[in-house]
């Protein structure tokens, strides 16, 4: 039996070997190729081997950043207190302060795209503003915000406000118009009255597809974040990567690559897994 | 309770200006409905509905696809307006849907987030407690209140205590009208709307939901307008029929062919069947489609 049919499933096993393969097959050729330009160049920093990669995991997690001035006490810290104070975890604070602005910020962007689906008046007066401001390219404008609003956090909020909430208020928009109109009949045939039906008839029912959405946007979110802590920023993940760019520091670059996307990946997890546990009765199209 | 006369199309016209009767529950005067098409024109739905429904009454109205039958029961819910002419409900001009005016669709007829006894509560639940005031103490005593209500209308409608907990889409097609019925009955409404309710169940449940229902009114005496398409089923459950059909050109609207009490004798069925065949102008062959 051909493995390209549409009916043929691999076994568990297969299916365990499948999925990982391109990992081990990435990590291979990773480290294959940091042998073979080690041998040519032992001086080499554009693809570090695993030594120089867990020194650098080391320096950025246990190290303050060289800019900053060391503690007095600094030999005399607990392992703890070090990390505490090593650039890794300062970053990661700096960045998810950041993200977590922009996160909260998606919330009323969800109430708008409620309220446009279901009150005529508020659809018209926002739809065509949103429709236009969702084609503006966030990262156009960065210059202009950096001008009007300074390099501190409050440009780079706007940057994640611009680039994401027309898509989480559009989608929210959209989801509140595919709820059947009978279950807005229903709602007022039960007593309910407007924002009854808003709240506890129609955004309960969208709000798994919301967080779905707000999901798939953690992304984007995080692509506007990093755009605006590479270009003006003294602290952050994407600060660090970008400060370590000039200086060829690949040993650190990396790690905090793949920090990154570990710190996403648990997010989405975390937000796939609470959405299941909180709305036993959403079943994904 | 039936009408006291069997009324041809153009006998009700007449009764409409009189004073209304003190049992008179819902008035269609005049009632005009039209769409505007994507090239200009108009459709015309309804053509001229004069129509009066008595509290107690269950009333079937019956036509063929597309005759404006779910039409004239949104407009009585009040969730559509006419183009022309009023409907009154106790007096007063249906503007939207409310409490008085029970529904049960045939689609989704519960809110898929809610347990079976979350939809039955949320009526009693919404009317007396907003969002903010659903956090008092009260909320919680008057909540043990609702949830004994639900649970003996559960059980009215044939279904177990341990269905109580269940999410719309573990129910059968069947369950799912039945936990419809005692959603809308919970609230006492006036009256009760049903649009094609049954008509996506296979004909066993079906037969069970019809023999449900016609006990349900029995005992409770709440006002039904049904609409459905299947002879059988309206001449089976109605007191009053009406059927509503196109007279002539396809362009015209639909108006009350046919408007007649059902006996409650079951030698007269036929006769009355064949009357509403030729009224709607379909046979009971063309149910099946």
């Known amino acids: 039996m051909s493995v390209l049919s549409i009916s043929v499933r691999p076994s568990r096993i297969t299916g365990w070997v499948l999925s990982w393969f391109l990992f081990a097959a990435g990590i291979s050729l990773y480290f294959y190729t940091a042998q073979r330009r080690h041998k040519e160049n032992p001086d080499d920093r554009v693809v570090p081997t695993l030594a120089q990669l867990g020194a650098g995991i ?35 604070v700096a960045s998810a302060r950041r993200f977590i602005y922009g996160l909260a910020l998606l919330f009323p962007a969800v109430l708008l795209g409620l309220h446009m689906g279901l009150f005529p008046y508020f659809g018209t007066f926002f739809l065509r503003f949103i429709l236009f401001f969702d084609k503006i390219i966030a990262l156009s404008v960065l210059p202009i915000l950096f001008i009007a609003f300074g390099i501190d956090e409050l440009s780079k909020v706007m940057l994640i406000v611009i680039g994401v909430t027309p898509t989480i208020i559009l989608d929210t928009f959209n989801l509140t118009r595919s709820v059947p109109p009978e279950q807005i009949v229903k709602g007022f045939t039960l007593g309910a009255r407007d924002f009854d039906v808003a709240y506890r008839v129609v955004l309960k029912q969208i709000w798994p597809r919301v967080l779905n959405s707000i999901r798939l946007n953690l992304k984007p979110l995080m692509l506007f974040l990093f755009a605006g802590e590479m270009i003006a920023s003294t602290d952050g993940l994407a600060y660090r990567i970008a400060l370590l760019r000039r200086h060829m520091g690949m040993n650190i670059i990396i790690p905090y690559v793949l920090w990154v996307a570990l710190l996403l990946f648990l997010v989405d997890l975390t937000m796939r897994l609470l959405n299941k546990r909180l709305h036993p009765w959403f079943r994904e199209a | 309770m039936v009408p006291g006369s069997v009324t041809e199309t153009g006998a009700t016209q007449a009764a409409v200006h009189a004073e209304p009767a003190p049992d008179l529950l819902i008035r269609l005067e005049n009632i005009h409905v039209s769409y505007e098409l994507a090239d200009g024109s108009r459709k015309k739905v309804l053509d001229g509905i004069d129509l009066e429904i008595r509290r107690g009454e269950f009333v079937s109205v019956i036509g063929r696809t597309g005759c404006g039958k779910s039409t004239l029961l949104r407009l009585v819910l009040g969730s559509e307006q006419a183009t022309e002419g009023r409907v009154l409900a106790g007096g007063r001009e249906v503007a939207r849907p409310d409490r008085d005016r029970g529904y049960v669709p045939q689609k989704y007829s519960l809110f898929p987030d809610k347990t079976v006894i979350d939809n039955i509560t949320f009526g009693p639940e919404v009317e007396e407690f907003s969002l903010l005031t659903r956090f008092r103490p009260m909320f919680y005593r008057r909540r043990k209140e609702f949830r004994a209500e639900a649970m003996r209308q559960l059980r009215r409608m044939g279904l177990h205590e341990s269905d109580a907990t269940k999410y719309p889409d573990q129910l059968s097609g069947g369950m799912q009208q039945r936990v419809a019925i005692a959603q809308a009955l919970v609230m006492k409404p006036k009256i009760l709307l049903m649009d094609e309710a049954f008509s996506a169940l296979d004909p066993g449940t079906r037969a069970g939901m019809q023999k449900l229902i016609r006990q349900v ?39 009350v062919a046919l408007d007649l009490p059902v006996p409650g004798v079951d030698e007269e069925l036929p006769k009355i069947a064949e009357r509403v065949e030729a009224a709607a102008g379909h046979s009971r062959l063309d149910e099946e489609e």
């Open chain 1, 58 to 92: 080391y320096q950025a997690a246990m190290n303050p950043d060289a800019d900053e001035e060391p503690a007095a006490d600094a030999a005399s810290q607990s392992a703890l207190d070090r990390f505490r104070n090593g650039m890794l975890w300062k970053d990661t």
């Open chain 2, 217 to 255: 009114w029995r005992e409770t005496q709440t006002t039904v307008l049904f609409v459905t398409h299947n002879i059988a089923e309206a001449i089976h459950l109605g007191t009053r029929i009406v059927v509503l059909a196109k007279d002539g050109a396809e362009s015209s609207g639909s108006k």
